[in-house]
């Protein structure tokens, strides 16, 4: 299987920005799409970018897209999530998944690092 773990969360200010990473190991992660999500309290897991495994194809949700940027660098293991202009609605607990698949749903991804918070204050 493939571990995963997640870098580079804190707390910023609103309008801030964060550079998230996944970093990888166990199996190459160039034969996954990547996929990041985030779990506000009180709330469910939610998509919020994905990248496949060469990096030609992105996704967002609505809610970020336009501030943030999905990318890779397959020869450091790594996947990258930038955000920019964040809100204190994009607060929560960040996790990176792994998938054989291109997807979106946070039911077909079957590999996931441990998730680090993300604090935007107002």
């Known amino acids: 299987q493939v571990q995963l773990v997640e870098s580079g969360g804190g707390l910023v200010q609103a309008g801030g920005s964060l550079r998230l990473s996944c970093a990888a190991s166990?199996?190459?992660?160039?034969?996954?799409?990547v996929g990041w999500f985030r779990q506000a309290p009180g709330k469910e897991r939610e998509f919020v970018a994905v990248?496949?495994?060469?990096?030609?194809?992105?996704d967002y949700a609505s809610s970020v897209k336009g501030r943030s940027t999905i990318s890779r660098d397959n020869a450091k293991n790594t996947v990258y999530l930038q955000m920019n202009s964040l809100k204190p609605e994009d607060t929560g607990v960040y996790f990176c998944?792994?998938?054989?698949?291109?997807?979106?749903?946070?039911?077909?991804?079957?590999?996931w690092g441990q998730g680090i918070q993300v604090t935007v204050s107002s």
């Open positions: 990248v496949s495994r060469t990096g030609g194809s992105t």
């Open positions: 998944a792994a998938s054989a698949l291109y997807l979106t749903a946070v039911r077909g991804y079957p590999y």
């Open positions: 166990g199996r190459t992660l160039a034969t996954y799409s």
